[in-house]
């Protein structure tokens, strides 16, 4: 980057709304995206991205940044943590979260958020070395 260039999320170039209660907005910046999700009291991944992921459990890590609102995430494996405004946090793949109280819950994401709440017929395949394959023996 050798310019300074503002964006702003009133304009996004993607919205990607869940099956109900928030969205998530994306901005392209340079080779990857950062993305504001706005959840809904009453937002469970589990129950409103879990029909457009398609995927038992979310399978996006996320760097993330929280503004307003709370959060409660739960590991796949059982590990739980609450979050609010002002934590940054790092979740690994593999979790469910939801909504904590009576407030939206406004976050940033710097993390691989591209195909998050994105249909699986809409995510570009993910190509794996030929030493990664599973044997068929």
């Known amino acids: ?16 709304p869940f099956v109900a209660k928030g969205h998530l907005d994306i901005l392209k910046v ?7 999700a706005i959840f809904e009291p009453g937002w469970r991944w589990s ?3 879990r029909p457009i992921a398609g995927t038992d459990s979310c399978e996006t890590a996320h760097a993330l940044y929280v503004v307003s609102g709370r959060l409660h995430v739960a590991m796949d494996d059982g590990e739980t943590c609450d979050l609010g405004p002002g934590d ?5 793949p593999g979790h469910d979260a939801w909504v904590v109280g009576k407030e939206p819950c406004v976050m940033f994401d710097f993390g691989g958020i591209q195909n998050y709440a994105k249909p699986v017929s809409e995510r570009p395949v993910e190509r794996r070395a030929v030493d990664e394959v599973p044997s068929i023996h």
Not at 88 to 92: G, I
Request: no cysteine; aromatic share 10%.
């Open 30 to 36: 340079g080779e990857g995206v950062v993305g504001r």
């Open 47 to 49: 129950e409103h991205v």
């Open 88 to 92: 940054f946090a790092m979740v690994p």
């Open 1 to 16: 980057m050798d310019r300074m260039f503002v964006r702003k999320f009133d304009s996004p170039d993607e919205r990607r």
